[in-house]
Structures are given as structure tokens and as C-alpha cells.
């Protein structure tokens, strides 16, 4: 609670310093279209309230994102919360698909010395290709492969961003027990199974969420890039695309503040989510 | 048919030599541990070309290893071209505008720990959120050359090196600090000789994640305008008139772009935290 105080008022400098900005930005549109000399005054105003600024003030985003959350139908194409549904769920499915692979190749790096050697330096290079190289083309094989829509390409895409994270931490958390663990679950002459189950695996959950909350954000950066370059019209990600388009900054800056929104959300779910499960399991001191 | 049947002999052969070699005694020393990963990615790379080529797969799904190479060989000229705009001059100058930016705004902050406590949380936030959403903006404020990729970078690097920078130079015990009080070392002093040496590990720590983080950030950047150049421009329209031994040449060339930038900067890190535990094994 202690931190409340200085996050408030760094936010306030943010907000101030965005407003200072918007008024320095947007002048020269103000003052080439004026016919005289203005006063200060008169282009700040000016300034607060053009419809196409180079930088919107907040007050205007927050206009324009209250207009499409709250005062929009939700199953309208101009709500918000419609595309913002549309890019929570690809990012669930990215996030489940990336969740399980990223766990499979964990285990099969723990329990097998050739496939850890093999695996293991492809998945470091894996990460060091830009994905958005792949997306378009993710997407344009899957078209010509007969499956329609977004939805999966879109999935893959985050999927992609979001194992890496898990399998690191999965890697880490299956190695944490240590020797004389193990060497206790092979007096009790533990199977394999049973080892994992009762010893590999829970001591891998510390280290599975903590991942887990890198990776849901990753995954959500994999959507909103998988909506960015490969003309969707639904989903945050097209929002944005869309309003460049049409040359419309503060549809994209309310696009912009819902993902923020989601991003803050989903953390926050998978934290709560931590503090429940190592609670229950005796984690927590 | 025969094709698809080497592809699967390949498969089995590949295994085989991979799992004997990872058996053998001598699998930790430095060859064993390039030949696997080698072993698996030629294997990988023969299956493919066996599996498209034994199959019929259309070059507009899949085309060839052999015929992306050959695209390759082709157009290295273009490729370099793409290479400097993209790579060269949206990411790396982004990069190092932005890492150095974070760092010495880490140092401001840490000088009032009220500004610490307000600013990592929402550092940390911000580090979370998908921020490849601004490229439009930017690419609207910067016009469509290069610069407007490199403010990308910036942004997109800023906040997970700062929030790295943050969290090293609080990575010393009070005890280190207590000792450096005792020599009576002023603020500059004990900031030189033991917070940032100490802060070392988390500086590269976020250096790293910034690699993959710039490229991604520049190509992302081209698919709002760019010159008639630049990786993402090239993939975008390759896409477009499906060329896609061109856009698997780009890819090609972005992996090796990525893997050799994180290459270097381990390789930098392996030489100023050689003291790390990490380091030594």
C-alpha cells in the first residue's frame, strides 16, 4: 500500500507531460490554419478538442473509449468489448496451445538427455526469429490450406510467443528438487510416474506460474501482432490497423488503452490464480 | 512415394546417431554438444525436403529447403539492402538509443526512491502490454523512412531494460553497501566500483530480451510504410503476390540476424560477468 502515493503522482506527471505534448504537437495544425495571430490561450484550447491531432489529449481518448465501451452495444462492430473479445479469446487459445507445448518439451528436455540436446538450442533460436516475419505467411498457408478465418493462424502466432516462457520456467522448476529428494523418492521406490507426480511436478508450480504470467502477456502481444499486418477487420490488433487507415488517432488510441486494460486484467487473473494455488498447496509462509 | 519413405529413414537414422551420441561419454564435452542440434536441424531440413518434394506440396503452401536456398543465392543483393535498412538502421540504432536512454534514466531513478516506488510498477506494467501497437503513430509522427523504426525500438526496448536496470543496482546486500561506507566511498564511487558491476547480470538480462525485441519492432514497423526496402516491407508484399521463397529467404535472413545480435551480446556479457555464477559452469 505504501506505493500507492508515488504511483499516483507518477502518473499524474504522465498525464500532465501527455497534455504538455498534445499541445505542442497539435499547435502547428492550429496555427497553419488560423488567419491571424492567436493568443496562448486560444491554441491550447484549439488543441484540446481537434478531431484528427497528431497526438489526442486524454480527455479525448477517454471520450472516445467510453463511447465504444460503455455507451456502445456490445455486439455491435463498433464496440470495443466486441474486439476486445475477439482478441481475448485467440489469446486464451494461443496461450492454452503454447501453455501445453511449452510443458510436453520441458519434460521431454528433463527426462531425456538427447532430447534435451537436441531441442534446447533450436528453441533458443526459435525465439531469436521474429515472429512477425512468420505471421503473414502463418497466414496465407493456413488460408490455402482450407482453414478460414483468424482465429487459429492468430492462436499459432501467440502460441509461438508464449511456450518459450513456460519452457524455460518448466525447465528450471522440474530441476528444482534436488539430489537428495530424489534419492528419498527412490528409498520409498517410487516409479518414475509416481516421482513426477508427487515430487518433479509440485515443485515445479512456483516456478510454472511465475512463467505463466510472462507468458499470458506474451501471448496477448502475439495476437494483437497476429491482427496487425494481415488486414483482419475484428479483434484490437484490426482496430488499430484500421484507424491508420482511415487516418482516425483516436480509434487507435482507444484500442490502444483496451489492450492495455486486457493485458493489466489477465495478469492480475494469473496472479490471483498463484496466490490461491500456493496457498492451497503450502507455499505460502 | 520412395520420397516420403527415405524422409521417414532419414528420420530414424537422425534419431539413432543423435541418441547414440547423447549416450555416449563423451556427450558433455563441445562436440557432442553442437553435433546434436546440428544432427537434428539437418535431419529436420532433409525430412522437409524429401516430405515436400516426395508429396507434390504446392510452392505457394511450402516451398522447398532447396528452392529457398536457391532464392536465396539469388537475390543476396536485395537481402543486404533489406538487411541495412531494417537491421542496421531501424534496429540497432533504435536499440542503442533506447537501452542507453533506459539506463541512465535507471540511474536518475534510482537517486529518489520515491520516484523508484512510483515508477517500477508501472514500468512493469508497461513492460506487459503489447506496445508494437503504437508503430502507427510513430510511423505517422516520423514519416516512413528509417527513423520512425528506430522510435519503434525505442519504446519497445525501454521500459524492460529499464525495469532490469532498476532491479541490479538494488541487487547489492547491505552488507556490500556496509563495506563500501566503510572505505568511506562517496555516491559515485560505490556506484562505479559495486552497484553496477553487481547490476551487470539483470543489464544484460534485459539487453537480451531487447534483441528480439528490436527486430520485431522494426519489421513490425515497415508493414505501416516504409520505402520501396526493409524486411518487413519485402515479406508484406512478397506475401502479397505469394512469393513465398522470398518471404522464407527474409525469414532465413532474420534468424541469422537475431541468432548472431543475441550471439554478440552474450558473448559481450561472457566477458564483463565472467565473475557470475551463471558464467562459470
New interface residues.
Partial sequence: M??V???????LV?VGIWYAAAIW?NSAWTIDRADGPLTFSEIVSDTMSQDRP?LPAPHQVWAEFQKTVFDTKVTSKRSLVFHGWITLSSTLAGFALGTVTGILMAVGIVYS??VS??????AI?S????????A??II??LA??GVDGRAVPKAIISAYLCYFPVLVGMVKGLKSPDAMQLDLMKTWSATGWQSFWRLRFPSSVPYLFTSLKVGI?AA??GT??GE??TGAVRG??AR??I??QFGN?MM??S??IA??VL??VL?TVVSVMQTVAMKRMGFAR | MELVILAFVVWAAGTFVAVQIARSPGHDAMPARIAVPVIFGIMVLAMWELLVTGLNVSQVILPAPSVIASTFARSTSTLWGDFLQTALKGGVSGYLIGCSAAVAAALAIDRVPFLQRGLLPIGNFVAALPIVGIAPILVGWFGFDWQSKAAVVVVMVFFPMLVNTVQGLADTTAMQRDLMKTYSAGYWQSLLKLRLPAAMPFIFNGLKISTTLALIGAIVAEYFGSPTRGMGFRISTEVGRLGLDMVWAEITVAAIAGSVFYGLVALIERGVTFWHPSQRS
Fill in positions: 505504501r506505493n502515493l508515488p504511483v499516483l503522482t507518477v502518473l504522465i504537437m497528431r538427455r538427447p540436446m537436441s531441442l534446447m538450442p533450436w533460436i525465439q531469436t526469429i521474429p515472429i512477425v516475419a512468420l503473414p505467411m496465407v498457408v490455402s490450406l502477456a496477448l502481444v494483437i501482432v496487425l499486418p484490437l490488433g488499430i490497423l484507424g491508420d488517432p487507435i488510441w484500442a490502444l489492450a492495455a493485458a493489466g495478469v
